[in-house]
T-cell receptor
Framework: AQTVTQSQPEMSVQEAETVTLSCTYD???????LFWYKQPPSRQMILVIR??????QNATENRFSVNFQKAAKSFSLKISDSQLGDTAMYFC???????????????FGTGTRLQVTL | NAGVTQTPKFQVLKTGQSMTLQCAQD?????MSWYRQDPGMGLRLIHY???????DQGEVPNGYNVSRSTTEDFPLRLLSAAPSQTSVYFC????????????????FGPGTRLLVL
C-alpha cells in the first residue's frame, strides 16, 4: 500500500516571500501521479499542481512549482511571492495508475497548514 | 458546468438515525468517490464507483452504503449514524480513460459537514 507523509503540520511565511512544503511517499510502482491540493477556510479542495512520475521536468503553475525527486520519493511544493490568499491547508496526494478499478484511488497526506502573514 | 455538487452543506443527526448525502456531477465522469476528512488524518476513501452499477469499498467503508444507478449521481448512505461518523464528507469525480494524469485528476465537491450527537 502506498503512504504519503507530510512532516510539517504547520508553516508560516511572510507575504511576498517563498515557502516550500515537503511531501514524501512510499511506493513500489514505477509510474504514478502526484498532486497538491489546497483547502482554504471554505473547505473547498482545489487542485494546485500535478506531476506524472515519467516526466522528469518539474511542473509549474504560475507561482507554484514542484521539486520532484523520483529516486528520493520526494514531491515538495514551492510557493513564490506568497499572497494572503495562499493561506490554506495543503495536501499532497498520490495516485497509482493500474487496473480500472484501482486506477483513480487517491492517497492523501495529513496536510500542512500554511499561514501567510503581513 | 456546475462541476461536483453536494447536499446538504451541514447536517446534525442523532445516534441511530439514517440519512443520505447527495453527490452529483455534470462532467460525464466515470469515476466517483467519497472521502471523509477528520482532523489530523487527511482524506480517507470510503467507497468509489467506476461506472453505473459498479461500486467498491475504499479504506474506511464500515457504516456506509453506496449505489450508482446513473453516471451523474453517487449518494452515500449512513445506515445507523454513530458519533464516530462525525466528519466532513467530500465527493470527487474524474475520468477513467487513457488520458493519463490529466484525465484522472479528481475534482471535489464543496463538502458536507456532518455532526452526530
Amino acid at each position: 500500500a502506498q503512504t504519503v507523509t507530510q512532516s510539517q503540520p504547520e508553516m508560516s511565511v511572510q507575504e511576498a516571500e517563498t515557502v516550500t512544503l515537503s511531501c514524501t511517499y512510499d511506493t513500489s510502482e514505477n509510474n504514478y501521479y502526484l498532486f497538491w491540493y489546497k483547502q482554504p477556510p471554505s473547505r473547498q479542495m482545489i487542485l494546485v499542481i500535478r506531476q506524472e512520475a515519467y516526466k522528469q521536468q518539474n511542473a509549474t503553475e504560475n507561482r507554484f512549482s514542484v521539486n520532484f525527486q523520483k529516486a528520493a520519493k520526494s514531491f515538495s511544493l514551492k510557493i513564490s511571492d506568497s499572497q494572503l490568499g495562499d493561506t490554506a491547508m495543503y495536501f499532497c496526494a498520490f495516485m497509482a495508475p493500474g487496473n480500472t478499478g484501482t486506477a483513480s484511488k487517491l492517497t492523501f497526506g495529513t496536510g500542512t497548514r500554511l499561514q501567510v502573514t503581513l | 458546468n456546475a462541476g461536483v455538487t453536494q447536499t446538504p452543506k451541514f447536517q446534525v443527526l442523532k445516534t441511530g438515525q439514517s440519512m443520505t448525502l447527495q453527490c452529483a456531477q455534470d462532467m460525464n465522469h466515470e469515476y466517483m468517490s467519497w472521502y471523509r476528512q477528520d482532523p489530523g488524518m487527511g482524506l480517507r476513501l470510503i467507497h468509489y464507483s467506476v461506472g453505473a452499477g459498479i461500486t467498491d469499498q475504499g479504506e474506511v467503508p464500515n457504516g456506509y452504503n453506496v449505489s450508482r444507478s446513473t453516471t451523474e449521481d453517487f449518494p452515500l448512505r449512513l445506515l445507523s449514524a454513530a458519533p464516530s461518523q462525525t466528519s466532513v464528507y467530500f465527493c470527487a469525480s474524474s475520468y477513467l480513460g487513457g488520458g493519463g494524469y490529466l484525465s484522472k485528476t479528481q475534482y471535489f465537491g464543496p463538502g458536507t459537514r456532518l455532526l452526530v450527537l
